[in-house]
């Protein structure tokens, strides 16, 4: 088991396959201009296996692959393959934008991908061309549909709320009542001004008054509103609050990395897609694990693990700005 210098057990690697991405989010990628990472600086898939055998050695149970796009990626369903099959991993998990889905879903879950979060902000047609620029919201739902039809369980939806897009949180919230969708509503990050969305520490909603919405809404509409799921809350729930509403398929949850801290509940180390180890989201302190996958021991990948851990904070400070954007570190 790996303990960091606080305490907390670390048990989750979050890997970036890539930073390359077939959509362009406002929030987490220039329009034009991207700073893209080198071919030959970007971890090679039996580099990122070794690194998993290493850190599950070592006590690091899950896994969730994530970017840029994973699923653009050439080799992806392999490599999935490949660390499903590590002795002490037991969870392996993606986070997509879902428009891949349709066309490899199938081959993911035969090659052992245990769950998948799919980010979906809204159920505007418009708007989510607008967010993602130029995405289509029809092919993430097909994706949605693949995912269930497929097996994946549990498939969670991620939405990032920002206060001035004004989405339409409860419409959203209903898409788990029908089916077994986890609905997750996470507080918008702002990360630096670099992206020109404009946004800013204003346009995060705390999950309270997202709740008290969706409940006020509810009420209007002459719904029941959301109670209080903690029992029926999915697998790897991570650091989310769950509810339902009455008899609903499935949960919503409420992640708040700013106006709740569930630092201290931290299990993860993160690692980008150029091979940085990364302690914490919010502080650009990076070790290199690529040298030392490329030229060193199994010993000495260990070893920078083990810096990076001794190197977690013990909460992030409500220090928010980043020199990378989401993609490049792996949200
Ligand atoms: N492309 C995949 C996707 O969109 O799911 C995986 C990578 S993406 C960087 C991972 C998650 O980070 C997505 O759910 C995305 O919405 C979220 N994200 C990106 N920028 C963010 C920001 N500034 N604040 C909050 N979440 C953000
Ligand atoms: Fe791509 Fe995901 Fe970033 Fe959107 S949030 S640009 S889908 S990496």
């Not at 290493?54 to 970017?67: D, E, I, K, Y």
């Not at 418009?126 to 269930?148: N, P, S, Y």
């Given at each position: ?123 505007d047609p418009e708007q989510f061309t ?7 919201l ?194």
């Amino acid at each position: 088991m790996m303990r960091d210098g606080h305490g907390r057990a670390i048990d989750y690697l979050r890997i970036s396959l890539t930073d390359r991405c077939n959509f362009r989010c406002v929030y987490c990628m220039p329009e034009k201009g991207v700073n893209q990472i080198g071919h030959e600086e970007v971890l090679r898939m039996e580099e990122i296996e070794r690194l998993v055998r290493v850190a599950a050695s070592a006590g690091v149970r899950s896994v969730r692959l994530t970017g840029g796009e994973p699923l653009v990626r050439k080799g992806v369903v392999d490599l999935v393959d490949a660390i499903t099959d590590i002795p002490g991993i037991i969870n392996v998990s993606m986070t997509t934008n879902g428009v891949l889905l349709p066309a490899m879903a199938d081959r993911l879950k035969a090659a052992g991908l245990h769950r998948v979060n799919i980010s979906l902000d809204t159920l505007d047609p418009e708007q989510f061309t607008a967010i993602t620029r130029g995405g289509k919201l029809e092919d993430v739902l097909k994706g949605i549909d693949t995912a269930l039809e497929v097996g994946f369980n549990p498939v969670k939806i991620n939405a990032v709320v920002v206060r001035s897009l004004e989405q339409d949180y409860l419409e959203y919230a209903q898409l788990s009542v029908d089916r077994p969708l986890h609905v997750r509503f996470i507080e918008y990050m702002p990360m630096g001004d670099t992206l020109g969305t404009g946004w800013g520490k204003q346009d995060v909603v705390p999950n309270e008054e997202l709740f008290d919405i969706i409940n006020g809404r509810a009420a209007e509409a002459g719904l029941p509103g959301l109670e209080d799921a903690a029992e029926g809350k999915p697998l790897g729930w991570g650091p989310a609050r769950y509810f339902a509403f009455p008899n609903a398929q499935g949960t919503v949850g409420f992640i708040s990395p700013l106006s709740r801290h569930f630092c201290s509940e931290c299990n993860r180390l993160r690692v980008t897609a150029d091979g940085k180890i990364r302690p914490c989201l919010f502080s650009d302190t990076e070790y290199d694990v690529r040298d030392a996958l490329r030229t060193g021991t199994d010993a000495d990948v260990l070893a920078v693990l083990q810096e990076a851990l001794g190197a977690k904070p013990d909460e992030h400070h409500d220090r928010v700005g980043t020199e990378r954007g989401m993609s490049q570190i792996g949200g």
